[in-house]
Every structure is written in C-alpha cells, then in structure tokens.
C-alpha cells in the first residue's frame, strides 16, 4: 500500500512557464511589465489542472512575503531575481533575465508540499484577484470561495441574462471584488423589472388603441 501511495506521489506533475512579457501603462508616464504564468498539472493539490494568468513583478514579491510569512518561517524561500532600481522596460536582456528567474522561483515553490496547501499561492497562480482580493479570499471574506474563485478566472464572456445569473449565483468573476458582486444582482433585477415594466406599457397602450377603435365603429 505505501509503495502505492509513493508511485502515485512521483508520477503527480507540476509544470509552469513564465512567457510573454507585455508592457502596460497605468498613464501617460507610468508603464510596467507583466508576464504570463502559465500551469500544467496532474496533481491532487490543485483543482483546475491547466490555467494561465498574468502577474507582475511586485505581485511575486508579495506572494514570496506572503508565503514566508504563512509558513511561520518554517520553509526558507528560494530568492527572487533582486529588484534593479536601473530596470529598462526597452532591454531584453534584462526581461529575459528576471523573466527566467520569476520561472525558477515558481519551480521551487511548487516542489514544497507545505507551500502548496496555501490558498494564497493557488490564488495567486490560478486566478486573476489582485493582491488585496486574494487576501480576502484566503480569509473568507469574499461571498466566494477560493475553489470558486479559481474555476471562475477566464470566464469573462456571458452569451445572455441567464449565464450571467448563474455564474452570479456560483461565485464573482475573478476580476469582481465583493462589492461589485453584490451590486451586480440588483441591476438584473432592474433590468427584468424594467423590461416588466415596457411590457405592459405596450399593452396598456394597445388595448387602449383597440378600444378606441371599437368605440369609432360602434358610434358610426
């Protein structure tokens, strides 16, 4: 039975890609780089087994804080590629270094089973909440879960009223904080009551017409 368990242990894999650096601009002046986090699973630990998602470099810096700190300094974290005060959104070289470095980090996380029990790590690589959401999540102040929250990210296209009720219903799209989740059911329901509302409105007014109509004829 335990050489069960180790076979099954060794033939669980997880592979991830930091790819596809793109520049972004907060304004005018400001601009940053994120990359794609790309993963490949067949293991127990995660529930979506194939994801992608994009993250920058200050958001690794927060998941390695973060981690060190939620392991009570009982793992020691492998070291990310330093922050350069002399980074250069317009050298390749270096975006292909700090690139390759955030890959190898990941890699190391990925091989320690304590770090892979942390929900914010799963967050982190699976959806797309920001830093402040994920923290939420993991707490459970969020009307949705982190399982919920993972499955949700991608699905940003609703193809009518009633998809978008039942994703509702479920959980928050993963770029929703829960604010905008409990906004979000109001206005549908506006929308119905409204819709509601025009029905009848064209009915009131075409009975109206029909009784107008059969009073003319009757009084010629």
């Known amino acids: 039975m335990r050489e069960e368990t180790e076979n099954t242990e ?4 997880i592979s991830v890609w930091v790819r596809d650096p793109r520049i972004q601009k907060n304004d005018f002046w400001h601009a940053y780089i ?5 993963l490949h699973t067949n293991s127990v630990c995660f529930n979506k087994k194939t994801s992608s998602v ?23 974290l492998p070291e990310m590629p330093p922050k350069n005060p ?14 390759k470095g955030l890959q ?35 707490a459970g102040r969020t009307p949705y879960s982190v399982v919920q929250a993972v499955q949700r ?29 409990r906004d979000s059911q109001p206005r549908i329901k506006d929308l119905a009551i409204n819709k509601a509302e025009s029905t009848a409105s064209l009915d009131l007014m075409r ?8 009073c003319s004829s009757g009084s010629t």
Not at 10 to 13: A, E, L, N, T, Y
Not at 34 to 38: N, R, V
Not at 87 to 96: D, G, M, T, Y
């Open 207 to 214: 009975t109206s017409q029909e009784e107008t109509l059969s």
């Open 153 to 181: 990210c991608g699905l940003r296209r609703f193809h009518s009223e009633e998809d978008l009720q039942k994703v509702l219903s479920l959980s928050c799209d993963c770029d929703s904080d829960s604010s905008e989740f």
């Open 86 to 99: 002399f980074f250069s959104l317009n050298s390749a070289q270096q975006i292909s270094e700090r690139m």
């Open 10 to 13: 060794s033939q669980q894999v």
């Open 54 to 76: 994009r993250r920058r470099y200050s958001e690794f810096v927060w998941l390695r804080q973060k981690l060190q700190a939620n392991s009570m300094l009982m793992v020691q």
């Open 104 to 138: 190898k980090f990941l890699e190391q996380i990925l091989q320690n089973p304590l770090l892979l029990s942390d929900s914010c790590l799963h967050l982190f690589l699976q959806s797309q909440l920001s830093v402040s959401m994920i923290q939420a999540c993991a």
């Open 34 to 38: 994120d990359y794609e986090i790309c």
